[in-house]
């Protein structure tokens, strides 16, 4: 297939994506994110005073994507703590915002216990406060680290399994700047193979219905002046059977301890096509992501979303006049029609063929491997 599917790399604005910041103006510390919902028409800033706006904003995917779900978790619970809210239920609100991604409860807890061992150590609030937000900082910066050492084991892996180069990378949802303190999961494998002259086209899955692949990833390609092409995400199969995919990098949103993956929906369809024609499946997430609490696959809570996103198409720059019934986007299915939305799909561990962590990889994916992997974070 020709490259006159790639896109052609004239996006000159600055490369980098913070996708939140804690800042502290007279007024008093807020959390600023970048409205993802918004993109790319937009970059508009979201800035919370109070964990229930970023709560909201969890909901509404303003924020989104695992560690950077984490990330958003630990800091919400510090602006309850440096703001005065309690800070007990704002956790609760914060880790309970969606289900599926393990990140956000975890990183709910972790600014939530360094509050409470503050505390119980005899701190006063302004320190518990302090100790809140020094454990999201901490997190935050793990998360950039994690995530440049996962591009590192990335592209090792890739060029062993695809020795010839010039790799076409199929890629679904988005993992990169937008969902991380650094350049992301899958998406900074792709950047750092892009950046030593590997990556020959990445293959952008739309992402329906939300768009997340559409309207971000190929926002942060352009971004970075990457090759890559759009495609639907019911074009794939075809792809696939023309030969044009080396490999698909996927991120993940829980991995459970038997090293099933749940993603957004629409990875489980992919790891079929690939094994199918014989194509490595390659799952990138942080040690994080791994929950040793969940058994399998068929225990992780998948998120249900609410039918209008699939009864409309999205409207990321401003609602469409007179479609406000529901979601506020573009009708495309008959007045009352019932949808099917789960958030993500799970795909059992048999379908991967490596999980790539900032401590090393895990092929083939089993219980006992990827527990080994994860014991080496001294995190976990
Ligand atoms: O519903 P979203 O947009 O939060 O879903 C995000 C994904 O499914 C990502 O692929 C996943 O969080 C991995 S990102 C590192």
Aim: charged letters at 20%.
């Amino acid at each position: 297939m020709a490259d006159q599917y790639a896109y052609s790399g004239d996006d000159k604005r600055p490369t980098e994506i913070p996708a939140i910041r804690w800042e502290e103006p007279p007024e008093g510390p807020v959390l600023v994110l970048l409205d993802q919902t918004r993109l790319p028409a937009e970059e508009v800033e979201l800035v919370c005073t109070d964990a229930s706006t970023l709560v909201e904003a969890i909901r509404s995917l303003a924020v989104r994507g695992a560690p950077l779900l984490g990330i958003a978790g630990a800091y919400g619970v510090a602006l309850a703590a440096v703001r005065g809210f309690d800070v007990d239920e704002a956790a609760t609100a914060l880790a309970t915002a969606r289900p599926t991604a393990v990140n956000l409860a975890l990183g709910v807890r972790r600014a939530h216990s360094a509050h409470e061992a503050a505390l119980a150590k005899g701190g006063d609030v302004r320190q518990a406060a302090s100790a809140a937000l020094a454990a999201a900082r901490q997190l935050h910066r793990e998360d950039a680290e994690a995530s440049a050492r996962m591009a590192e084991h990335g592209v090792t892996l890739l060029d062993e399994l695809l020795p010839g180069g010039g790799h076409r990378i199929l890629t679904h949802c988005n993992t990169g700047s937008l969902v991380s303190g650094g350049e992301g999961t899958a998406f900074a494998v792709a950047l750092a193979a892009h950046r030593a002259g590997r990556l020959r086209r990445l293959w952008v899955d739309e992402t329906r219905p939300l768009l997340q692949g559409a309207r971000l990833t190929a926002y942060e390609a352009a971004r970075r002046g990457m090759a890559y092409t759009l495609l639907t995400d019911n074009a794939a199969g075809s792809l696939f059977a023309a030969g044009e995919v080396d490999a698909v990098l996927i991120g993940a949103d829980r991995i459970t301890a038997d090293g099933s993956v749940a993603n957004k929906v629409g990875s489980y369809p992919l790891a079929v096509l690939a094994r199918y024609h014989h194509v490595p499946f390659i799952v990138v997430a942080p040690v994080t992501t791994v929950d040793p609490d969940t058994p399998d696959g068929a225990s992780i809570e998948v998120e249900q979303r609410p039918g209008h996103e699939v009864t409309e198409v999205v409207a990321p720059q401003a609602p469409v006049a007179g479609a406000a019934e529901a979601g506020g986007g573009i009708p495309v299915a008959p007045l009352g029609t019932q949808a099917y939305n789960p958030a993500f799909d799970v795909t059992p561990p048999e379908l991967v063929t490596a999980i790539v962590t900032e401590e090393g990889v895990v092929s083939p994916v089993t219980a006992e491997a990827l527990a080994e992997v994860c014991a080496r974070s001294r995190r976990v």
